[in-house]
């Protein structure tokens, strides 16, 4: 059979959403309905793969797929790996394009080998799609942050005011910004302070280009390692600070509270008309974000130490042919800078200051 690639198109723009969390209204490929497309009650794609104990060997698409167990209209169960794809538009072609791969190489009579020359295809999809790795190292790191900051300011009256100096999920050039003070968090696997700069406000102590931030930066450097007990991971941190934010509160406003908080997981990490973030109760299980990690080091380095031999904005002036806000670097940061000044193995000071 061969299968137009406009028509898939056109049936996956067609699809509906169900009216409630467990339900799926799937529209099905070919005869046997072993590939499928739905929407989740908030208008995601998944791609429905009926196949039991599907053999995934690409380490991008471990992350993003999920094995579960389903019921059909006339109560027959059946497993199915998803794949879930955001739910914007233009990613109508993207999920699209998947199934037609599959359908090509032939997942009606043979799942296991249409999935594994599929997957060069789909990896690529995904990784357009979704958070990278990078991204979820450096959100974790973030959220170690983020606790912190909660547990150093416990008074309900203020915790509106936790979140709103946390900044990072609107990719902002400062992760935390506030009363004169920013926090540009970095993680890294690597055993030293070595991390990708992605514009020059990021080590540049004052207000940023665009007039936000404060005159003091300091640049948290978290070492990060897999944990071999219990470690704390994405899923694990964003549990932690939902506890912390609704801790004395009325059901209702602690509702509200994290339900703010999960909503900018939603954006981290995503560009302007991308997919999605973290979706936490969509994504907790999902590997990627589950993975639990131990810290290695923790340094805060403060970034007005002229031992600190780094670029900054505003030496490029004179070079009126180059777009400085393009450059992109990294930085080795040394272990010493100034004795046991610069870099502190304690955020605590630097923490508490933002909201002084």
Excluded at 48 to 54: E, K, P, Q, S, T
Excluded at 156 to 177: K, M
Excluded at 182 to 205: F, Y
Aim: proline share 4%; aromatic share 8%.
């Amino acid at each position: 059979m061969v299968h137009e690639f406009e028509q898939i198109r056109e049936k996956i723009a067609a699809s509906q959403q169900p009216s409630a969390s467990d339900q799926r209204k799937p529209v099905w490929f070919a005869g046997g309905e072993k590939i499928g497309i739905a929407r989740d009650q908030s208008g995601r794609f998944e791609i429905f793969l009926a196949v039991a104990g599907l053999q995934v060997t690409s380490a991008v698409i471990q992350r993003y797929v999920s094995e579960d167990s389903w019921r059909r209209a006339d109560g027959q169960e059946f497993a199915a790996s998803r794949i879930v794809i955001p739910g914007d538009p233009h990613f109508i072609g993207v999920a699209a394009l998947i199934v037609d791969e599959l359908l090509r190489n032939g997942f009606d009579s043979d799942p296991q080998l249409a999935f594994v020359r599929s997957e060069a295809l789909i990896e690529m999809a995904l990784e357009r799609a979704g958070v990278s790795d990078e991204s979820v190292l450096g959100l974790l790191g973030e959220l170690i942050l983020l606790e912190q900051t909660l547990v150093l300011h416990p008074s309900p009256g203020i915790r509106h005011r936790v979140l709103d100096v946390w900044t990072g999920y609107q990719r902002a050039s400062r992760d935390f910004s506030g009363n004169g003070v920013s926090i540009e968090v970095k993680a890294t696997t690597r055993n030293r302070s070595r991390h990708h700069i992605s514009n020059l406000d990021q080590v540049t102590p004052g207000s940023t280009q665009s007039g936000s931030g404060g005159d003091a930066l300091f640049l948290v450097s978290v070492g990060l390692i897999p944990s071999q007990t219990s470690g704390r991971s994405v899923a694990s941190q964003a549990d932690r600070i939902c506890q912390l934010l609704a801790r004395d509160l009325s059901t209702e406003d602690a509702a509200r509270l994290c339900g703010a908080f999960l909503q900018c997981l939603r954006r981290y990490g995503v560009a302007p008309g991308g997919g999605v973030g973290y979706d936490h109760d969509l994504m907790k299980a999902w590997p990627m974000f589950a993975s639990e990690w131990e810290i290695r080091f923790l340094r805060v380095y403060d970034m007005s130490d002229e031992l600190l031999l780094i670029a900054r904005r505003g030496e490029f002036a004179r070079f009126q042919h180059m777009v400085e806000g393009s450059l992109r670097f990294e930085v080795d940061l040394p272990d010493v800078v100034r004795g046991d000044i610069n870099p502190s193995a304690d955020a605590t000071e630097v923490v508490r200051r933002l909201l002084a």
